[in-house]
């Protein structure tokens, strides 16, 4: 089993920058796909990006492509999602989660198996 902590979020203007990081506990962090989600008030959870056991492959949500990036460090058993040209529709609560079942990223919830508690990220305009 892993345990998820997010942190990093905050208000930021729009245009701004984020950077938020997800520490996992245990040392099998390299066994696990890993993604980001994020709910907005009143609507559903969605998927951000995600990334492979090795780091090597990515996916995003077309909302995000060319503005935010995930990225590994599996020696600190730590993933990041760095966020760039923020917009007001990205405020929301941004999940990590742990897929220890398979080596490419997906983009489904049901996938994953592991999730942290969450971080708030507000954009004002």
């Known amino acids: 089993q892993v345990q998820l902590v997010e942190s990093g979020g905050g208000l930021v203007q729009a245009g701004g920058s984020l950077r938020l990081s997800c520490a996992a506990s245990?040392?099998?962090?390299?066994?696990?796909?890993m993604g980001w989600f994020r709910q907005a008030p009143g609507k559903e959870r969605e998927f951000v990006a995600a990334?492979?056991?090795?780091?090597?492959?990515?996916y995003y949500a077309g909302s995000v492509q060319g503005r935010f990036t995930i990225s590994r460090d599996n020696a600190k058993n730590t993933i990041y999602l760095q966020m760039n040209s923020l917009k007001p529709d990205d405020t929301a609560v941004y999940y990590c989660?742990?897929?220890?079942?398979?080596?490419?990223?997906?983009?489904?919830?049901?996938?994953?198996?592991?999730w942290g508690q969450g971080t708030q990220v507000t954009v004002s305009s």
């Open positions: 989660a742990a897929d220890r079942v398979r080596t490419m990223p997906t983009t489904t919830e049901p996938s994953y198996d592991y």
């Open positions: 245990g040392r099998t962090f390299s066994n696990y796909a």
């Open positions: 990334i492979s056991r090795s780091g090597g492959r990515t």
